[in-house]
T-cell receptor
Framework: GAGVSQSPSNKVTEKGKDVELRCDPI?????LYWYRQSLGQGLEFLIY????????KSGLPSDRFSAERTGGSVSTLTIQRTQQEDSAVYLC???????????FGDGTRLSIL | AQTVTQSQPEMSVQEAETVTLSCTYD???????LFWYKQPPSRQMILVIR??????QNATENRFSVNFQKAAKSFSLKISDSQLGDTAMYFC???????????FGAGTTVTVRA
């Protein structure tokens, strides 16, 4: 596609539910990144994919968070047993390869009731 | 760990005027990249300008230019001839060479007044 596409745009869910956030990177971009943007913490790095591999998961806040990427393209970020502190905007970015400028999607605003 | 500091939470500028946003960073690395990203209300982070630390020449992109002072670890953004569409939050970001993580500052909200 022309740009990084994220879905859904907004998600409201109850505490304790699982959620899946999707990212479709720019065609041909091998590197994919997830960031979280929250009022208290600013913009935080979560995870990096090169192809289907995730060499760096160091930013995932807890074991309730997981991510996968299939076919070197679409990625899914899953949050299990959501908590109120998970409320944030989740941004996905992609680049041709690692170390290249990152291009961001519009993000998913996640609200936990 | 790298830290990026943006000391101006908010700035306001009249249309057609110039505004300068400050950014300082702390690193022991000698090779790295610096970025300015713009985030309008639509939420999409848009890359405005990129600077390689090994380049002495300041980067420019149309009305956007930077003042990169490596010794002072300072990386300010100047927006010339401000337009209403420049209204957004602006983030300064740092990335080590051969790395992939962006470290962001807290952001500066810029409002352009008609």
């Amino acid at each position: 596609g022309a740009g990084v596409s994220q879905s859904p745009s907004n998600k409201v869910t109850e505490k304790g539910k699982d959620v899946e956030l999707r990212c479709d990177p720019i065609s041909g971009h091998t590197a994919l990144y997830w960031y979280r943007q929250s009022l208290g913490q600013g913009l935080e790095f979560l995870i990096y994919f090169q192809g289907n591999s995730a060499p760096d998961k160091s930013g995932l806040p807890s074991d309730r968070f997981s991510a996968e990427r299939t076919g070197g393209s679409v990625s899914t970020l899953t949050i299990q047993r959501t908590q109120q502190e998970d409320s944030a905007v989740y941004l996905c970015a992609s680049s041709l390869v690692g170390y290249q400028p990152q291009h961001f999607g519009d993000g998913t605003r996640l609200s936990i009731l | 760990a790298q830290t990026v500091t943006q000391s101006q939470p908010e700035m306001s500028v009249q249309e057609a005027e110039t505004v300068t946003l400050s950014c300082t960073y702390d690193t022991s690395e000698s090779n790295y990249y610096l970025f300015w990203y713009k985030q309008p209300p639509s939420r999409q982070m848009i890359l405005v300008i990129r600077q390689e630390a090994y380049k002495q020449q300041n980067a420019t992109e149309n009305r956007f230019s930077v003042n990169f002072q490596k010794a002072a670890k300072s990386f300010s953004l100047k927006i010339s001839d401000s337009q209403l569409g420049d209204t957004a939050m602006y983030f300064c970001a740092f990335m080590k060479q051969d790395d992939y993580k962006l470290s962001f500052g807290a952001g500066t909200t810029v409002t352009v007044r008609a």
